[in-house]
């Protein structure tokens, strides 16, 4: 019996105790309602019993204004539980009772936007994990190579004047690239965490373009392909950081040659009324429409084997994309298998 006052009365002191907030609004009424009653009724006795009244009438509707409080709160609590014990899969699952739709929105937003983030976060996770295998990885392939001539070296080859050279070539090729790959992981991480420098100036893109040829000539007379630079206006200025643009046009040059077995790599620029549009053309390879959306990101080659071969992390058209980007452009491809491919991207004027 006792028991059950005790739960009654902790029932009603929990619900007024909810209905706390409207306290004030409720001492303010029944203070005015008092002054009216002093100030038309006369008789004190009859002034007493209606204040007695107003207060046990304003403590009844209190209570009321708490009980359905709490049940909204419990209602809430109750969403939120569900959120934290993953119960939901979708916002559409979230359902509050009509008088709490608006807040029922906001909850839903609230989960879609905490769904995206963990999303991205797994995503990111993913991505981090993925880079990381690719990066041991591919410095494993080269240490693994030196090891293994200098080892065979060691274990008396450097005595055979047939094999010692050539090796400790081989051996020295791979040190080469291991240093490439570094270079370009260096570059990637100054990149992605905003440390990369700019440093934007006009410039003649005539000149710049053809000095740049210049310089990898060799490379493309090597492979017998004709690397040809066709000249525009020379009082054309672009705006751009020049060493940054020259990673970007060296990487899509040595693609060009690269991934060419005959014909010419072209590089030309397209004045246009507000920018100049500069195109690496080949006739090489080309790229497979599936894999065309995928050559930006790290690490992605069509042919690892062969790109491994002419000596391709894959690492250089990411670093392109962001260069690029870093300029406010956007670097663009169009390809097609055993025709070619040209990659071009705009500068400002
Ligand atoms: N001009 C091209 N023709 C055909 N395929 C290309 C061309 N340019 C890029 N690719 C493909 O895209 C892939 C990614 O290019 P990317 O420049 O990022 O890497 P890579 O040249 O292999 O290595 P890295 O530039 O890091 O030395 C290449 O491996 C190649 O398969
Ligand atoms: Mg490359």
Known sequence: MLDIVLKALNKIKSNLSSARIFI?????????????????????SLLFILIILIIFLSLVLLYFIGCKRNSELEEIKGIINNIRKNKFSN????????????????????????????????????????????????????????????????????????????FLEKANNHTLNLNNLLNDLIDISMIESGEMKMSFRYFNINEYLRSLVQELMPMAEEKNIRLIYHPVNDRLQLFGDKNKLKQVLVNLIQNAIKYTEQGQVEVFVEDEPKFGKIIVKDSGLGIAEDDLSRIFERFYRVDKARSRAVGGTGLGLAIVKHIIEAHGSKIEVSSKIDAGSEFSFRLKK
């Open 24 to 44: 004030a609004e409720f001492i303010s009424m029944d203070l005015a309602l008092f002054f009216l009653f002093w100030f038309y009724l006369k008789d004190l």
């Open 91 to 166: 916002s559409n699952e979230i359902k509050l009772s009509k008088n709490l739709s608006g807040l029922q929105e906001d909850i839903k937003k609230m989960f879609e936007k905490t769904k995206s983030d963990i999303e991205y976060l797994q995503r990111l996770e993913r991505i981090r994990t993925e880079f990381l295998a690719n990066v041991s990885h591919e410095l494993r392939t080269p240490i693994f190579a030196i090891q293994g001539y200098i080892e065979t070296l060691l274990n008396g080859a450097i005595n055979d004047k047939n094999v010692n050279l050539n």
